[in-house]
């Protein structure tokens, strides 16, 4: 049976984009803070980016794991209150001096030794609370550990470049010396995802008690260097060498000419299919810890994916691969009852995929900023939006709603102008949150820079570029109670007032 959201609305929020005193937004006192103005705004869902440790290139959607919390996340002001730090130390690093983006060069250099100083402390304090945490969730963290510690052993380099073959190909008798002679870094490795899972547990009941549930966002694809493909290549297309045979991309699109070649590695589908999709039913029970509903990247890769030759340089040579449909729908649905998906269907849409889409029964997504294309068929506007679906302003992909009002073709402009009754571009941005509130999708979400109005600087990403993204703070003050109530009035007037978290 189709399970709806009630009208409800919510906000597009990384955690990284936090206000913090050292550098990147934190499980702490601003995140409560946030959840605070979400209620008062009368918002029922904080949307977040994927909280998993990043690599190279800094995305959430490249992850060192798909279980692991990104230690960065770790609020250093929770553990000086803790007693594992103490001000002075933490004040003596420099955490960059933009406080309106993130330095990850700097979160790099210093941030894991702070928090070694923490585990220094902290592991002897919480040894009992650390060890039963290890024992819960052994499935994966003790390989993570081993494969972080490996990382720092090896220089950072990826896993495919370390030079001993029995641990680049995840021998058995290699990785038990490893584990004896790295058993320290291991620990530490471990420790700092106790911590990370402590204070996500504290915010996640302190939402919870706001009445304000999460919504969580799962890339459907790994990176390649990750403890996934590392520990369980059984699970990817790879050679003798576990080396990539094909990898994963989308043809040429909205955003990109050449495609998006995102080099990720392909799913053994036949074989987790053998497997009764276990490693996903894993991954999602992990998120499922973390998130009430979950939005999963990508849907359309299970029903068909652009699988492109390894070692390619644009995505354009790929070629259309079907996936396995319904068939891991069925099993995730069935396996994880107590959350909710929402899947993200954006780009071209086949009959197959058309079909796929109505068969899991799960909401899809409406884009507004794409309702305004002039190249395409004005049959996209808010009031066609069916109640089972997602109205975002725009995603995390798209420019916030200043920005794109500024660099938008002036047809786009144009026809969004008509459209919601404009003379002119002065207040546009209200102008279209208000459409998508208005709409008849159950839930609607903007991100946070398009409720503050702000437009160059405050990208999250731009798809097909490298550098420069996911990094943008918002000013300390920004989110204060005259914002929360013009939000809330305008979710009181479209109805989308929140609803007890039962009820949902």
Known sequence: MKKEMKRSSGILMPIFSLPSNWGIGTLGEAAYSFVDFLAEAGQSWWQMLPVGPTGYGDSP??????????????????????????????????????????????????????LHKAYLRGIQKYRGEFGRFYREQEGWLGEYALFMALKEHYGFKAWTEWPDEGIRLHKKDSLDICRFVLRESMEFYAFLQYLFFTQWESLREYARSKGISLIGDIPIYVALDSADVWSDPEWFLLDSDNRPVWVAGVPPD?????????????????????????????????????FDVIRIDHFRGFEAYWAV???????????????????????????????DFIAEDLGYITEELQAFL????????????FAFDSREAADYNPDTYPSHSVCYAGTHDNPPLAL???????????????????????????????????????????QMQDYLELGAGSRLN???????????????????????????????????NPTPRQER
């Open 61 to 114: 959607y490249q992850s060192y794991s798909s279980f692991a919390g990104n230690p960065y996340l770790i609020d250093l002001d929770l553990l000086i209150r803790d007693g594992l730090l103490k001000e002075e130390e933490v004040a003596a690093y420099d955490w960059g001096q933009d406080p309106e983006h993130v330095d990850y060069g700097k979160m790099f250099e210093n941030r894991r030794k702070i």
């Open 254 to 290: 909205y955003f990109t000419a050449d495609g998006q070649l995102w080099g990720n590695p392909l799913y053994n589908w036949p074989a987790m299919e053998q497997n009764g999709y276990s490693w996903w039913v894993r991954r999602m029970k992990g998120a499922a810890r973390l």
């Open 309 to 339: 030759p390894a070692g390619a340089t644009t995505a354009k040579g790929g070629q259309w691969v079907e996936g396995p449909g319904m068939k891991v729908i069925r099993v995730l649905k069935e396996a994880c009852p107590e959350i």
């Open 358 to 369: 109505e068969a899991s029964e799960l909401p899809g997504m409406k884009v507004l900023e």
């Open 404 to 446: 794109w009002k500024e660099e938008a073709d002036p047809a786009d402009i144009q026809l969004a102008l008509d459209y919601l009754g404009l003379e002119s571009k002065e207040g546009l941005e209200w102008a279209m949150l208000q459409a998508g509130m208005r709409s008849a999708s159950n839930l609607f979400v903007a």
């Open 462 to 496: 731009q798809p097909g570029k490298m550098g420069g993204f996911w990094s943008w703070r918002m000013k300390a003050g920004a989110a204060d109670g005259k914002l929360a109530e013009k939000i809330a009035a305008l979710t009181r007037e479209t109805g989308r």
